[in-house]
């Protein structure tokens, strides 16, 4: 499945190892996390079909060109969220 398999590529290889926030360890977690890259379907999936069926919905079937996703917000549970919505400590 896309979304398990970006959710094991977000924790490795972005949360753990460049962050030192481990997915069994809740204290390392920061209210908030913020990715601030850039990711194309080379790095996992990223635009799965649904995404592009979605787009074309929108946009008009051959009317957007291909993109990478990034700056990825990420939320931990059981922290409480105020604005602004960036990552922890910027405005």
């Excluded at 990711?39 to 999936?45: G, V």
């Excluded at 700056?71 to 990552?87: D, L, Q, S, T």
């Amino acid at each position: 499945d896309v979304a398990e398999k970006y959710r094991r590529f977000l924790w490795k290889d972005k949360l753990q190892q460049k962050y030192r926030i481990s997915p069994s360890n809740p204290s390392t977690w920061p209210e908030r996390q913020g990715i601030p890259e850039i990711y194309k379907d080379d790095d996992a999936e990223v635009i799965t079909p649904r995404l592009r069926r979605a787009i074309d919905q929108l946009c008009g079937k051959n009317r957007w060109k291909e993109f990478g996703l990034g700056w990825w917000v990420i939320n931990f549970p059981g922290k409480h969220y105020e604005e602004p919505w960036g990552p922890a400590g910027r405005v």
